[in-house]
């Protein structure tokens, strides 16, 4: 018989055991949630992601677990990258939607009042009409997969668009179409008026021409119903339209209005040449062109369509790119989020293709301050709104309502992208940049806010000798961060500065450098370049070399259209010694001119020539620096063998950049293409 102490003890184990029993599921619970982030995260890292890309990724995976992400090891160096989407006419916005930090002066004319007129490329200044070059900062912010990867609309510009078995279904297309007039078997007007039924599904016609030119089906049901309407009544699918009886165009190619008709009549006009005379044939054909054009060519995401980074490409690194508008994928995702969404299908598998840089910034720093920039500004405008955080659509500071107005001097406390994301390309262009100010207001209060940057000046507080050079010092916070901030400068022809911060001051007047972070931190520093130094800031180089441009065999390739001498000659190691001359030896002193192929860059010491390398522009074979429909036709003369290209010429009419400098109707056609994209 057990005594009272025993019985005692007995009670007291079986608690603890019931208590370790009933807590053991809660453990376990616990530590294989852990399990799993750290695993996910193990998993990206395994596949080549940063760690920086880790969290974003891993809350997308938690909320759509059946997306499937793949990085593109693009093997470019982070500011190459942004320097060479940095040449004229590859990244612009819109004049009339911008802010100033994003306007580069780098093409342009100042005016005898001090005033600016910037290179608008398809517009004019006076009208707020056009797009014109945008700054490094822009490019950076949208170049920088890490600011989209966690927007559930953003990401989808690196869906992938090509054909995956695993995933594209004709069950997955059936989706996409089921609410619309291509949940169906296809019915027509033939060419006599006629009604043919086929009996074969759309979605069977889609998912085959997706087959046949590796093209996501699931992407070509979208665009289509994207392009003409869910109900299918457009004239570019009815068959019916007079003088086109019988002729569809699904995805729309060539159809634009002109003086020659509006845009169905251009598209069936474009439809009928191609003998697209049936549903299946305009569904078919349209996605060989779609597929040729970028996808088949290794540009099989939006983004990359828009930066081509992928080294696995067709053509080379930085060409070939559909569209200037430096925003544009983030734009377009946004309606192809839509679609899924109205279809149903955001739930389903999506693959996404997301490229990484070599020596990103890490995005440990949320502040940077340039050591050598005022922290005091003035307003100037009237009435301008403080807000609680750096946003157009944020509170009031306070909600009753403080506002600035012209004259009243600011304390800059820190410089900030908005944090608003939607819809997002919107307030990333019109309102980006935001100071955090103090100041004293009306009625007598210290006060604190955000105010546009727009709206704050600094004056120019820092001068450099021409012809000499500085390395800007910068403090990052929080304390302790490895962060490395990018610089650039508003205007190149004024100051040059390299990603370490070393300006170099290479013309008389006002500029503004501005350090930035991946976060979209940033600070600026006005710079006025006066006359007094006469010494070069380096020794003269040897030999002509360049971290953008490719230099072999006496010529200097491949350059862009529109490339100015000041930006080619900040873009050439010891540019100080650098002097360029036209074809016919003049020399070039205007250094807003454009420079066309067959241009000499000579490196002088004095009078004393140390090397030469011969200019060659990309599909310039006229020599005038631009790319126009004269180019075109001159290589169509040498095709038909009634034109020859020597030298430069040759190389710049070697738009492909064949090996052997061979020109063929490649060439002709890609430089069609991107003429047609301008």
Known sequence: MHNKSSVQKLKQTIIFVLVFVVALPLNIIFVSALTEEENYKASLAAKGFPVSYHEKLWQMHQSYPNWEFEALNTGVDWNTAVAEENASGKCTVDISETSRLLLSKSWGTYNQDGSFTYTIIDGSQANQTGHLNTTPIAIAFFMDPRNFIGDVKTIFQFEKLAYDSSVHTLEAVEQVVANSFMNNTISYTNTSGGTVNTGVRYAQVILQAGITYNVNPCYLAGKIIQEVGNSGTSGSVSGTVSGYVGYYNYYNIGAYASSTGDAVTNGLKRAKQEGWDSPEKAITGGAYFIANSYI????????????????????????????????????????????????????????????????????????????????????????????????????????????????????????????????????????????HVRFTATDGTIQTGYVFEDYIDTSANHTININTSKTLGYTLSPAGSTDKPMFMSIDTRIATVDSNGNVVAVGLGTTKIVAFLANGAFDVLPVTVVEGGTTPPVDPPTSITSPTYGISAGYLNVIGENTSVATLKSKINGNAYIKVFDASGNDITSSTDNIGTGAVVRLMNGETVLDTATVVVKGDVTGDGKLSVLDMANIKLCLLGRQTFTGAYLKAANYNNDPEDKISTIDYAQMKTYLLSK
């Open 296 to 435: 088949s060519k290794g540009q099989s995401t939006a983004y990359l369509q828009k930066f081509n980074v992928n080294p696995y490409a067709t053509s080379p690194l930085f060409t070939h790119q559909y569209m200037s508008a430096v925003h544009d994928p983030a734009q377009s995702s946004s309606s192809t989020y839509t679609g899924y969404v109205n279809r149903g299908t955001l739930n389903n598998v999506h693959k996404f293709l997301i490229p990484v840089f070599n020596n990103m910034p890490d995005a440990s720093a949320s502040k940077v301050i340039l050591n050598d920039a005022t922290r005091y500004g003035k307003c100037n405008s009237d009435g301008v709104n403080v807000r609680a955080s750096a946003g157009v659509d944020n509170t009031l500071n306070p909600k009753t309502g403080y506002k600035l107005y012209k004259g009243t001097d600011v304390e800059i406390l820190g410089a900030y992208r908005t944090t608003n994301m939607s819809p997002m390309y919107y307030h990333q262009l019109w309102y980006p940049f935001w100071y």
